[in-house]
């Protein structure tokens, strides 16, 4: 598979779960204590399902979003907030003057190197800036080991390390920020509920469209049924079923703002 292909997503199997998704987004909106002068930037902005409440929270700021999914980027440009929509990779875009805020909801953790990634952003915040981020924290839950260590048991050669999301932890990201300017670093666990559907487990359905989608997409038919029929059959343990057939579906993630 092409690189750009792998790095097209489907908006619609994201959208499945939208106000779950959005909601930390949304926290993370909240948290954020100010903004400079420059342009705001949505970093990894999706489909752009927070652009509305950005441009409402931060009137009259122009508003950039950049992704490097083609197919997120049509679907973030009919929300009609942002004045520019960048088709780049986060690791290697750059804004053309200092920026006010870079706000990045769910997407840091696709990209490695934070040591590397994350003092460069901050570098392009003006004075006032704010670096606002939230990334799932859920690797090492069972909705997330199990996939990982399925595919390290069955499938060991068919991905690339470096398209498997993961995140530092809170104490590396304090380390490394901490000097930096005013950080505000925290965790949130949402308890989930998510609806039955004949057929599959909720929790396969959550994660498929998100941290499985390197390892799914390295795989064939056959391939694919036989590594859900093993997540799902662990899944049905680890996250039981409600006698409605719903699940409650805890799923920790981590903030941090940081303000120049
Ligand atoms: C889980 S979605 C989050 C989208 C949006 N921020 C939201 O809150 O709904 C992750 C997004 O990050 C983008 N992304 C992942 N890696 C990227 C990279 N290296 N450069 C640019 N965008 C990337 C994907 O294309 C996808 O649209």
Known sequence: MSKSARNDWNPNAYSKFRSLRVRPALDLLQSVPSVGGGKLVDLGCGNGVIGPA???????????????????????????????????????WSGDAPLGLIFSNAALHWLPDHEVLLPKLVKQLGKGGTLAVQLPHQNNAPSHRVWRSLMDELFADRFDENDVPSALKPAQYHGLLAGMGQLSLWETEYYQVLEGEAGSHPVRRFTEATYARPFLQALDADEKAEIIARYEAVMEKAYPRDTNGRVLFPFRRLFFTLTA
Do not use: Q
Not at 56 to 62: A, C
């Open 54 to 92: 950005l441009k409402e929270r931060f009137v009259g700021h122009d508003l950039i979003g950049v992704d490097a999914s083609p197919a997120m980027l049509d679907a973030a440009r009919s929300s009609g907030c942002y004045s520019d929509l960048v088709e780049a990779d986060i690791s290697s």
